[in-house]
Nanobody, 124 residues
């Protein structure tokens, strides 16, 4: 089992930046594909970004491509999501998730472990 804890959410004005972190505990995340997802009020959870075990491959949803960057530091057992040029429509609870010994995926059911989420609110 692995526990995931997100941090770094908050309130920011449109055009601003936030950096989210997802720290793993209980075991190493070295062999996990990691993903970031988000869920806005009244909407379904959706894919944001994913990164491979060693960080050599990453993929993004079209609505964050060019603005968000996913990265990882396996020595710190932590995954990051740098969010720039934020828009009000980016307002959501952001979740990180782990997929053990499998490749990057945009599919929610393919992730085994989830954090509790961190709120990101972008004001206009």
């Amino acid at each position: 089992q692995v526990q995931l804890e997100e941090s770094g959410g908050g309130l920011v004005q449109a055009g601003g930046s936030l950096s989210l972190s997802c720290a793993g505990s209980g075991r190493t995340l070295t062999y996990d594909t990691m993903g970031w997802f988000r869920q806005a009020p009244g909407k379904e959870r959706e894919f944001v970004a994913t990164i491979s075990w060693i960080g050599d491959r990453s993929y993004y949803s079209d609505f964050v491509k060019g603005r968000f960057t996913i990265s990882r530091d396996n020595a710190k057992n932590t995954v990051y999501l740098q969010m720039n040029s934020l828009k009000p429509e980016d307002t959501a609870v952001y979740y990180c998730a782990a997929r053990y010994k499998m490749g990057p995926s945009r599919s929610i059911p393919e992730y085994d472990f989830w954090g509790q989420g961190t709120q990101v609110t972008v004001s206009s």
